[in-house]
């Protein structure tokens, strides 16, 4: 019997509640729904206090040291952040500034963004993607990008935005699936074997 899936998403909204943690939220159930999962939320307005002035991962507290460690030893990630001038927050940039550069090679991971109107809705392919391109990560073929508009009470409710995120998690299975079958054994697994 295979484990769960280890399914950790990071979002980057600097407010509680936040439409990008509800976001990523709902992207994750959808995950959920379709596989065994084992759910981590990575809410980065939380860490801020303890995150935003360090300089070397050395000097990070132990809370977000977990944090980071979820995130380079998830089988998937999602990642949503509100767009900010542009582009994602600097908070977001500075977490995975703190990221192994090889930790989130292969990882399948879905993008998602919000923001105040359509305007920002390239924010997905010209600074997500990139970023994760880096990671040499696979970004998952759809992105889901919501507006204001889109929520009510922190929920999704525009019906096409939804079948949107439905179609972004349905394309991603199959990839997500390869990459679980596929992922190098872990010292843990090996050792239970």
Known sequence: M??????????????RPSKSAALAEHLMDLV?????????????GQLAP???????????????????????????????????????TGLFKHFFDFIDQDALIDKPVLLAAT??????????DHQLRPLFSFFQART????VYATDKDFADYRL??????????????????????????????AEEVLAA
């Open 115 to 124: 923001g105040g109107s359509e305007r920002h809705a390239l924010v997905i």
């Open 140 to 143: 998952l073929p759809l992105g």
């Open 50 to 88: 303890r995150l935003a002035g360090a300089t070397w991962r050395s000097h990070l507290p132990d809370s977000v040291e977990r944090e980071l460690a979820a995130v380079e030893q998830a089988d998937v990630l999602v990642v949503a952040t509100p767009v900010f001038r542009g582009s994602y």
């Open 32 to 44: 959920a729904d379709a596989l065994p999962c084992e759910q981590r939320l990575v809410e980065l």
């Open 157 to 186: 409710q525009n019906a096409a935005l939804i079948e949107r995120a439905r179609q972004a998690v349905q394309r991603a299975l199959p990839l997500v699936d390869l990459a679980r079958h596929t992922r190098p054994a872990r």
């Open 2 to 15: 295979t484990r769960p899936l280890r399914l950790v998403a990071v979002s980057g909204g600097l407010q």
